[in-house]
């Protein structure tokens, strides 16, 4: 009893003292993107308002499975954090097997940000004004066009996998090591497509080198005013609203996750770091813990539900078998990114070659 009682009081001691080191945040993608933009904004402002550093440490690899299982199995005592989100819970649904619980093995602190990401075309690739028009293009050539992500499993490649499934056609995806070679080959017109991020995208479509068609949540964006939603570009229905949230291991102390909620929220309230937000693509975004508990949780069930969709009946002679690594666009994919999706959901494979499905069930590429 005595050492329980000694147990309790060094934790609440320890959650009292909190921080009193440095913080390291996991952002398990390349540096840039989506989910690394915000976190370089907000970390300043935690160190601020606790009095400790709160540092990023990009870990990218396999889809973000690698970071986030680094942090899974971090000791629970909050200096080591992850930034987590709707791709976190799409993985868990993805892979065959993933070292960790998205839910059970995380301590789901806050809700960040969310955003849209933007269906992009080169107009000198494919020249089309619409997401009407593109689709008439795919459906007059399928398999024809290509769009390009960030790698397999990636919130990019789930949004257009996403577009294949409820416009009813075929994009093939090529996957890259990450979103900047990916809009290198984009701008370069080796690749026509692809669905990006506010910041990766906006400088070149107000230039006239990319056009954008949609946004991929159900409203306009504040910064691309004149681009419709994809419901209002003619495809119902469809909301792929990207969000980011910062998540521990599982078992932090309750006063440590109090202490960080509250801070986080304080920070997402500054007009500044709003406006910062906004210009990197998001809305800065905060829930209660308990609504943010529920969010998670309708969040898992949704993408496990679309997930588990089996494949429309095929209209296109399936290949015999697989051959060595296709030439697309001069670009051979020994060059991209093929990571193991072993459990490959039937909606997905609108969006994929034969070959590249052999590939990714036969590698094992971090």
């Not at 930034?83 to 960040?112: E, N």
Request: net charge positive; aromatic share 8%; proline share 9%.
């Amino acid at each position: 009893m005595k050492l329980l009682a000694l147990f309790l009081w060094v934790c609440v001691a320890t959650a009292q003292d909190y921080p009193s080191r440095p913080v390291r945040v996991v952002v398990p993608l390349s540096p840039g993107g989506f989910a690394d933009t915000p976190t370089r904004m907000l970390t300043p402002r935690l160190s601020e308002l606790l009095g400790r550093q709160f540092f990023v440490d990009n870990r990218p690899g396999a889809g973000g499975t690698i970071g986030w299982d680094f942090v899974a199995k971090s000791p629970p005592d909050g200096y080591t954090l992850a930034v987590t989100g709707s791709t976190l819970l799409i993985g868990a649904h993805l892979y065959k097997s993933v070292p960790y619980d998205a839910i059970k093995d995380f301590t789901h602190i806050s809700m960040m940000a969310s955003g849209p990401y933007v269906l992009v075309v080169n107009p000198q690739k494919v020249p089309v004004a619409s997401v009407r028009e593109l689709i008439a293009a795919a459906k007059a050539k399928p398999g024809g066009i290509d769009y390009a992500s960030s790698g397999n499993g990636s919130s990019q490649h789930l949004v257009g996998a996403l577009f294949n499934s409820m416009a009813g056609v075929k994009l093939n995806h090529v996957p890259y090591k990450g979103s900047g070679p990916a809009m290198q080959d984009l701008l370069g017109g080796q690749i026509g497509v692809s669905f990006a991020g506010v910041p990766n995208v906006l400088g070149q479509v107000r230039a006239g080198r990319l056009r954008a068609l949609a946004v991929t949540t159900t409203k306009r964006w504040v910064e691309l005013p004149d681009v419709p939603s994809m419901a209002e570009a003619g495809v119902p229905g469809y909301d792929a609203d990207l969000w980011l949230s910062l998540s521990g291991p599982a078992g932090m102390p309750a006063q440590i996750v109090e202490r960080l909620h509250a801070a986080i929220g304080k920070a997402l309230q500054d007009p500044e770091l709003r406006a910062s937000f906004r210009t990197g693509g998001v809305e800065a975004t905060s829930m209660t813990p308990a609504e943010f508990a529920a969010y998670v949780r309708s969040e898992y069930d949704k993408w496990g539900t679309w997930c588990a969709r089996p494949a429309p009946p095929s209209t296109e002679p399936q290949e015999k078998s697989a051959i060595a690594p296709v030439m697309r666009n001069n670009t051979p994919d020994s060059a991209r990114e093929m990571r193991p999706t072993l459990a490959i959901p039937g909606w997905m494979l609108l969006s994929m070659k034969h070959t590249e499905i052999s590939m990714i069930t036969k590698n094992s590429v971090a």
